[in-house]
Structures are given as C-alpha cells and as structure tokens.
Nanobody, 127 residues
Framework: QVQLVESGGGLVQAGASLRLSCAAS????????MGWFRQAPGREREFVAR????????NYADSVKGRFTISRDNAKNTVYLQMNSLKPEDTAVYYC????????????????????WGQGTQVTVSL
C-alpha cells in the first residue's frame, strides 16, 4: 500500500493562495489516481479534486472549480493542490488519498473509492 504525507497548510487571509503537497512512498505512484478531500469541523469529508495517474484527466468540486488546480509530478511521487482566491469557507483539514482505479472517471468522488489516506494538513482562511 502507498503511504501519503501532506504538507503546506497554514493560516492565510481571504484572497490569498496556498499550495498543498502530498508525498507518496511505498507502492508505485503511477498505480494510483490521486484525490484531495477536505473536512471542516462538524461536517462530512468532501471531495475537492482528483487527477488520473498520468495527469491527463482532472475533476473538481463545483465549489473550487476555477480557483483550485490539482497536478502531479510522477518523477517526484508528489501530488499538489494549488489553491487561489481562498475563502473562509475553504477552512478545513485537507487530505490526500490514493485511488487504485487510476484512470479517468466521472464518478469516483466518494471516500470509499480511495484506499490510502494521509494524516491531513490544516488550512485556515480568515476574513
């Protein structure tokens, strides 16, 4: 199984940008599509973005479309989430996750599709 470690979270003001990173180790990174999820206090964990194994296909939640960009560097075994124009409602713990169904999809946006998770990184956006 792949092991995942997120980094890059922090406290920023509304309108700022952050880039999250998720470093993978263990199984071959290109065996997986990768996703980002987030969980705010008292809320369910929700899908944010997904990228196929090659990087050729991406999906986004409507709430982040146009502001967030997911990418991956397979040579570095790392997936990124560039977050621009951050809003207070983006405040959450952000998790990266690995999906063994590595291709393009229009349906694999639920937590049970992912079989490995990082520990999470906190993102706090203030007014």
């Amino acid at each position: 199984q792949v092991q995942l470690v997120e980094s890059g979270g922090g406290l920023v003001q509304a309108g700022a940008s952050l880039r999250l990173s998720c470093a993978a180790s263990g199984r071959t990174f290109t065996s997986y599509a990768m996703g980002w999820f987030r969980q705010a206090p008292g809320r369910e964990r929700e899908f944010v973005a997904r990228i196929s194994w090659s990087g050729g296909s991406t999906n986004y939640a409507d709430s982040v479309k146009g502001r967030f960009t997911i990418s991956r560097d397979n040579a570095k075994n790392t997936v990124y989430l560039q977050m621009n124009s951050l809003k207070p409602e983006d405040t959450a713990v952000y998790y990266c996750a690995a999906d063994p169904n590595r291709g393009a999809t229009s349906t694999r946006f639920s937590t049970w599709h992912y079989d490995a998770w990082g520990q999470g990184t906190q993102v706090t956006v203030s007014l």
